[in-house]
Structure formats: structure tokens, C-alpha cells
């Protein structure tokens, strides 16, 4: 048999044995050449070795394509351990936000969505960014304005929060008297009015009442983000929230329809929601959810819950008070939305039913109630194989940090948010104090005490792209920063590119189950390679987020080509 495809010429990386860090691939001995040519027969590896090298020089027949890599990298093809493509994608076909660089730019954006479409009863989007606003809670009159009074709700970036115009809080029936939702808060003006931002459970008053969107733009909004995503390197994902959230529909539709049709080229694992308001009730729905969930490229097998909120509105979960402006002790100590007692007991039935659990912990209290779920579930249940991860991981106490090599627990890292920018320097570090500002984003640390590392993106939250969150997470700053933004965040916390590159890789092929067969580059594991336009570990750090992706393949199918491959 001849191969179908072979790349040649460039350097080829794949996970070392412990699956920490990214080795020039070779001789299973080391000892020789390191590979610089993939063979690839019926969707899989089929050869791996140094220019001229007489296994791949066979299978290269009349009819195999050759692609010569020039001295660019070929590594395994990035895998993002948590994302909402579905809702990204839904964003991406309405009134679009994502990317805007500036307020003036998004209120544009707004008014020419709103122009275009005079008859749409509701302006309907998401991805404004909180640093844009005084408090980051922008009023209604605003949203009026640009709107033309029509009924507007749009999802902040973090999807923590809404923006709601003065019709859409009117026809969901709001006012002075609408209480506070046990999980959110209502932003208002003096005199008790809604003020049009609204706070987690909260937007969900309002967001219920927005016409939902048709099967086709959620099926194609899937699509454009699947092609977004293999744009960017990307061949298998973990969609972070697979339900109704916030008034948007679940994705799972759209899901199965891509995956029983062919569409869906990616491979991934679906995190069925955790309504908190629900309770141990709907374990027998996500039951039935699992097994309707499996087709094609797509697995249900994940419950995903989310234990508290984020620090920029004071709802992450911390074990001490947030601070006030003026460095003062609140009352504030954020949210549990699960109780803790409870959240043990949810989560040793799940993990009985075996349910991969995936959670959401932003502040240390809440980072510490999943762990101390987990663990109950290793007591009751023993020790298993359903792999449990916590994303985010923003504000760790040290003592919890060992925990995660203690208890088989990997730490699924968002590491674009590791830097100096507006959000985490006028939003985060005036609230939290020296102490917690000095625990964020501890992946180092998480690393040198023997825990797994995963890698997300959280898009449509931040960028999809996994070189601009390696970038970050090796030089703790973002690409292109400058001032006081450039300075690195805890640079003692940052990872090399090898150990990161393997996060986004292998990592993130662990907590999907798909290690057994992608994140590596060896004989007999299927062929989802990224290849990038050069080699990330010939330039200096500070130039990683420059990298781009020239080519993409599923199976050795390319499915994204740059021109300029």
C-alpha cells in the first residue's frame, strides 16, 4: 500500500512519554535523527523518520500526495478542553460583538445590525467587554440609543452578564420591585429601576424572552465556527456548555445534525449543562441526554457545572471578602451555586453513573468545593478512569494546588486571561487585594506538583486561537502589549513553549478520551496534524503569537488550507 499523504522537510513534534512536554519527534530509543516526514495511509499514521527515510520513501507511490513542509513544524493538531463554538457561532450569524476594539466600534456595530434589519423585533448578540464601562455595567439609555428603542439583549463577552435595552426590560416585566434571582444580581439606578446590566442568573428575566433563533442559523453558526476554529489548527474540542443558558438554545440539535450528516469534521466531546436550579432531578434526563448524545464525531459522556461566576462582578466564590475601592473588607464573598454539601453528593452520583465531570471555579472557595467533590466521589466510588477537570482556575489558595496530582485531577488552564490588561488590572486586582493577586493563574506551580495540564480557549470569551493563549502562557503577557501592559504577570507562573505546546495537544486529547488515538504523532494514531509556517522554537518567545497555521487535517483530510501553504 502507498501512502495518501506525506509531509516532508520541517521539523515534526509529539508529546514525550509523560505527555508534559513536546520533543522533537524520532527513534522511539533517541537515539538518531529527529523526524522531519509523516506518512499518512487510510486516515492514520502510517511511517514517522528523517529525511530519506526508506520506510516512507516506499509508500510514496505515483498517487500520493506530497507536501513539503520547508523548514516549517508539523505538530499534532491543537485540541481546545473548553470553548462554546455552538454559541460563538450563533454570534457570529447575529448582532456580532466578538472583536470589537472599542466601544465606539461595538455601538457601530450595533446601530448598522439594527439599520439593516428595521422589522427584527429584538436586537439579539454578544461580546461586549465590561472594561468599556464605568463598573463595567452599562445602562440602557445607551443601548436605546443605537437601537432605536427597539428591545435589545446582549450577552457580555464571558456570557456572565447581559446588556439590556429599556424596551427588553419592560417586556420581560421588570422594575423597581423585581427582586434580586438567588443567582444574580439586577444592576439599578438610584431610585431602584433596572439599569439595563444584568448580572449571571439574572440575565436569564430577560434572555428567556428573546425569539429564539432558527435550527438552520444554529446549524450553520456551528459550521462557520467549526471552519473558525480549524482556521486556527484546531481538530477536536470539549463544547463547554451543551444546553439552554442564559436564553440561548441548547446546541445538541444542531450537534447530531452536523455529526449524522458528515458536517461535523471535528471531533468532539459535548458538556451537558447542570441547571443549579434543578438539582439531583435531572439526573435521569442527562441519562437520557448521554445516549441520544453519540453520533458520528460527537460525545455526550461530560456534565458540566458551573460553581461560581467571576471575579469581575464579585460573583467568583473566594474563602475571604473581596475588597472595595478603597482596599476596605465587604461583606462580598461571591457565589456557591451549588451548595457545597450538596455539590459533594451531585457529584459522587455522577461520577457512580460515569459521567466525566467538567467544572467552572474561578475564585479559591470555589476551586476548593469541586476539589472536596471530587475527593468525596474517589471515597465512595474509588478511583476510576472518567477524568475530571476544573477550568479556569483563576484564584487558587496554595494549599489546594497539590491536590490535583492527589486526586487525578487535571487543570484545564485558560491561559490567554494571564496577563496585565484592562479587565484583570481595573476590574480584578483593585477588589481582590496583593495576597490573591499573587495567586492567579498558577499553572507553574500546578505543573511542578505533578498535575495534568489542559489547554482552552473559553471562545468566544477571548481568541480561539491557541498560539495567542501559548504565547501567553509562556511569556505571561499579551502578544503586541506595551506600557505597563508588557510588564509579565507572575512570570514565575509561566510554562516553557514545550510544556505548553503539549497542554494544547496532548493535554486536552486526555480530558476529551481521545488520547488513545490523537494529540501524538506515532505509527497508528490517526493523522490530525497542524501545520505551522514555521517553527515556534527557533524564534524567540516574544514572537510565538505570530505563528500562523498554514494547513489543518482530520484524518489526514485537510480541512483548513492556507493560501500560502
Not at 316 to 330: L, R, V
Not at 394 to 412: C, E, K, S, W
Not at 536 to 558: H, N, W, Y
Request: charged share 20%; with cysteine; proline share 7%.
Amino acid at each position: 500500500m502507498h501512502a495518501d499523504l506525506v509531509l516532508s522537510g520541517g521539523p515534526v513534534y509529539t508529546p514525550d512519554q509523560a505527555r508534559r512536554r513536546l520533543v522533537p519527534a524520532g527513534p522511539a530509543a533517541g537515539d538518531g535523527p529527529p523526524a522531519t516526514a509523516v506518512a499518512v495511509a487510510g486516515g492514520k499514521i502510517a511511517a514517522v523518520g528523517p529525511a530519506g527515510d526508506p520506510q516512507i520513501r516506499d509508500l510514496t507511490g505515483p498517487a500520493t500526495e506530497v507536501i513539503d513542509l520547508r523548514g516549517r513544524a508539523l505538530l499534532p493538531g491543537f485540541q481546545d478542553a473548553h470553548v462554546h463554538p455552538a454559541f460563538a457561532g450563533v454570534t457570529m450569524v447575529g448582532c456580532n460583538l466578538i472583536g470589537a476594539a472599542s466601544l465606539n466600534e461595538a455601538l457601530g456595530r450595533i446601530r448598522s445590525y439594527a439599520d439593516a434589519r428595521p422589522d427584527l423585533p429584538w436586537i439579539a448578540g454578544a461580546g461586549w467587554r465590561m472594561e468599556w464601562f464605568e463598573g463595567g455595567t452599562p445602562g440602557r439609555e445607551l443601548l436605546d440609543q443605537v437601537t432605536g428603542g427597539r428591545a435589545a439583549f446582549l450577552l457580555n463577552r464571558d456570557a456572565h452578564g447581559a446588556w439590556a435595552s429599556t424596551r427588553a426590560l419592560e417586556l420581560a416585566g421588570l422594575d423597581a420591585r423585581t427582586p434580586d434571582p438567588p443567582d444574580g444580581r439586577i444592576e439599578r439606578e438610584p431610585g431602584g429601576a433596572p439599569q439595563g446590566s444584568l448580572h449571571e442568573g439574572a440575565a436569564t428575566l430577560v434572555g428567556r424572552h428573546v425569539p429564539p433563533v432558527s435550527f438552520e442559523d444554529r446549524l450553520a453558526g456551528l459550521l462557520l465556527a467549526q471552519a473558525h476554529m480549524h482556521a486556527r489548527g484546531i481538530t477536536a474540542w470539549q463544547d463547554a456548555i451543551v444546553g439552554d443558558y442564559l436564553g440561548s438554545a441548547d446546541p445538541l440539535p444542531a450537534y447530531l445534525a452536523a455529526a449524522r450528516s458528515g458536517q461535523l469534521t471535528a471531533r468532539v466531546q459535548g458538556a451537558l449543562w447542570w441547571d443549579r436550579h434543578r438539582g439531583r432531578d435531572q439526573l435521569a434526563d442527562l441519562l437520557g441526554r448521554r445516549e441520544q448524545g453519540q453520533a458520528g464525531r460527537f460525545r455526550a459522556n461530560t456534565v458540566k457545572i458551573m460553581q461560581d461566576g467571576v471575579a469581575e462582578n464579585f460573583t467568583a466564590g473566594m474563602i475571604e471578602p473581596y475588597t472595595d475601592s478603597c482596599g476596605c473588607q465587604t461583606a462580598g464573598r461571591g457565589l456557591s451555586y451549588v451548595d457545597p454539601a450538596e455539590l459533594r453528593e451531585v457529584v459522587t452520583q455522577l461520577d457512580a453513573e460515569r459521567f466525566q465531570v467538567h467544572f467552572h471555579a474561578i475564585g479559591d472557595r470555589a476551586v476548593r468545593e469541586v476539589l472536596d467533590a471530587i475527593e468525596a466521589a474517589r471515597a465512595a466510588n474509588g478511583r476510576n478512569d472518567h477524568r475530571h477537570h476544573i477550568a479556569h482556575l483563576q484564584i487558587m489558595h496554595p494549599a489546594d494546588v497539590p491536590r490535583f496530582a492527589a486526586l487525578g485531577v487535571t487543570a484545564n488552564m485558560q491561559a490567554l486571561w494571564a496577563a496585565h490588561e484592562p479587565q484583570m488590572d481595573d476590574l480584578t486586582i483593585p477588589f481582590i487585594g496583593p495576597q490573591r493577586t499573587a495567586r492567579q493563574y498558577l499553572f507553574g506551580d500546578l505543573l511542578r506538583s505533578g498535575a495534568r495540564l489542559a489547554a482552552g480557549s473559553d471562545w468566544s470569551v477571548s481568541s480561539a486561537n491557541p498560539l495567542r493563549a501559548i504565547h501567553v502562557a509562556v511569556n505571561r503577557a499579551l502578544p503586541g502589549a506595551t506600557g505597563a501592559e508588557a510588564e509579565p504577570f507572575l512570570p514565575e507562573q509561566g510554562l516553557s513553549l514545550a510544556e505548553a505546546l503539549a497542554a494544547y495537544t496532548a493535554g486536552s486529547a486526555y480530558v476529551n478520551h481521545l488520547d488513545g488515538e490523537t494529540g501524538a504523532i506515532e505509527p497508528g494514531m490517526l493523522a490530525d496534524l497542524a501545520v505551522l509556517d514555521r517553527d515556534p522554537f527557533a524564534g524567540p518567545p516574544g514572537e510565538i503569537a505570530s505563528t500562523r497555521v498554514l494547513a489543518t487535517c482530520v484524518e489526514g483530510e485537510r480541512v483548513y488550507t492556507a493560501d500560502d501553504l
